[in-house]
């Protein structure tokens, strides 16, 4: 199944674990929109057939949710049972910190389950990378080149918001490989002062253009501007205007890299479960799979890799103060 926010390479995974289930000797089902789909009998086979393509799909065909009854106090019992009812013998759930916390659950019942960190923010502790991250980024950077073209032909400012609630990542690697000036990150406090002389003296060195990237999760693009206008009212050199890139972050076809990394991690998957893993998730540690257990990562607050604060400011990037939030 895929749960929770949908992310560009899930298809690739449901296609990976398919075709492994298949050369493997097993039936292979999928259940639609996340764990709601258990409660409502939602099970589909899988086969050659119905996977064929998916690797080039965004988004889920099995579609997803976020699902409260997995959150009551007997959801997972009675997720267990008509599992079983229907002759299941293990799961993998592809999704982030929520719906990886469900398969827990589920392992914790005795029922056997193998997770996949399927989401664009990277916030899952225990893998480098997660399935759509790199598509997501590639997005993004399309979008704020297009976005500079414009800045630059009016001498504007852009204040441009994307995704990461918890997790600056996004913000960070989109800010260095687009030539942006501004992170604004939830792991550190941004100095409004400081971004204000930054682009003033961007704009006494005749650069005609800059932009702010700011994560949701320090606060909506909006609010940031809002506060922008009034901490530099008579001061700011520049127009500021703002886009919100939204939801088409989690579009697009997924690259070479979340197609590769999702087969590899699908494939993983089905392979321990025939082996008797449970309650682990799969993931990507310098270049190779591994195994992790739920409980080593769920809880735990990711860090940014440890070179990224340092590569943002010797790019020049204001990323606010030094110290961690």
């Known amino acids: 199944m895929t749960s929770g926010g949908d992310s560009p390479g899930m298809n690739p995974a449901v296609r990976a674990i398919t075709r492994t289930g298949i050369n493997n000797g097993l039936e292979i089902i999928g259940i639609e929109n996340g764990y709601q789909g258990i409660y409502d009998n939602q099970f589909i086979p899988l086969g050659a057939l119905e996977v064929s393509g998916k690797i080039r799909d ?75 991250v790199d598509t997501a980024l590639n997005t993004i950077i399309h979008l704020v080149d297009m976005v500079k073209a414009t800045a630059a032909s009016h001498r504007r400012c852009f204040v441009i918001e994307v995704m990461g609630r918890n997790c600056g990542y996004l913000a960070l690697m989109s800010t260095v490989t687009t030539g942006s000036q501004v992170a604004v990150i939830p792991e550190y406090r941004y100095n409004m002062e400081s971004i204000i002389a930054a682009l003033n003296r961007r704009m006494e060195r005749k650069h005609n253009n800059s932009v702010i990237i700011v994560a949701e999760g320090v606060c909506s693009g909006q609010e940031f501007m809002k506060r922008m206008e009034e901490a530099g009212k008579g001061r700011l050199q520049q127009e500021v205007r703002l886009t919100v890139l939204g939801h088409v972050q989690r579009g697009g076809s997924p690259t070479h890299y979340d197609r590769l990394l999702a087969t590899r991690m699908g494939e993983l998957a089905v392979l321990a479960l025939m082996q008797g893993e449970s309650g682990s998730m799969v993931g990507l540690s310098q270049g190779k799979m591994q195994l992790r257990d739920f409980e080593q990562i769920l809880g735990k607050k990711k860090a940014l890799p440890s070179d990224a604060t340092r590569l943002a400011r010797n790019m020049g990037i204001e990323i606010g103060d030094t110290v961690e939030t």
């Open 58 to 132: 965004s988004g889920t065909f099995l579609a997803t949710s976020r699902c409260k009854r997995m959150r009551e106090a007997e959801g997972p019992s009675d997720a267990v049972r008509i599992l079983k009812e229907k002759n299941i013998d293990a799961l993998v759930v592809i999704g982030g910190d929520g719906s990886l916390t469900g398969a827990t659950k589920l392992h914790e019942l005795g029922f056997p389950v193998i997770g996949l960190p399927g989401t664009i923010d990277n916030d899952i502790y225990g893998t480098d990378i997660g399935i759509g």
